[in-house]
């Protein structure tokens, strides 16, 4: 079984960046299409980003299209996700999950939470202005 790690959260500033890194252990995550979530507070926990098990194809949030970057190593079992120009608004636990799914990557089911078998424990963003 897949366990998930994220790291790489913090306090930052309005404009700033981070990276964070979703590691995997007790299995290899290539075969997992793998997404980010975030959960701000008193809010439902929202899609940001997924990436399919080689790669090949990225999904994004409309909120985070164009400042938010995922990308995986399968070789180091990790999965990233860049982030940029933050703003306050992306204050939030960030989660990373994977997905053994071969339907993945279509019809959007890599924005549904129970599509994803897998969860790690979050990592805490906080933007400040």
């Known amino acids: 079984q897949v366990q998930l790690a994220e790291s790489g959260g913090g306090l930052v500033q309005t404009g700033d960046s981070l990276r964070l890194s979703c590691v995997a252990s007790?299995?290899?995550?290539?075969?997992?299409?793998v997404g980010w979530f975030r959960q701000a507070p008193g809010k439902e926990r929202e899609f940001v980003a997924a990436?399919?098990?080689?790669?090949?194809?990225?999904y994004y949030a409309d909120s985070v299209q164009g400042r938010f970057t995922i990308s995986r190593d399968n070789a180091k079992n990790t999965v990233y996700l860049e982030m940029y120009s933050l703003k306050p608004e992306d204050t939030a636990v960030y989660y990373c999950?994977?997905?053994?799914?071969?339907?993945?990557?279509?019809?959007?089911?890599?924005?549904?939470?129970?599509?994803?078998?897998?969860w790690g424990q979050g990592t805490q963003v906080t933007v400040s202005s």
């Open positions: 007790g299995q290899t995550l290539s075969a997992y299409g």
């Open positions: 990436i399919t098990w080689g790669g090949g194809s990225t």
């Open positions: 999950a994977a997905d053994d799914s071969s339907l993945f990557g279509t019809a959007g089911l890599f924005r549904l939470e129970y599509e994803y078998e897998i």
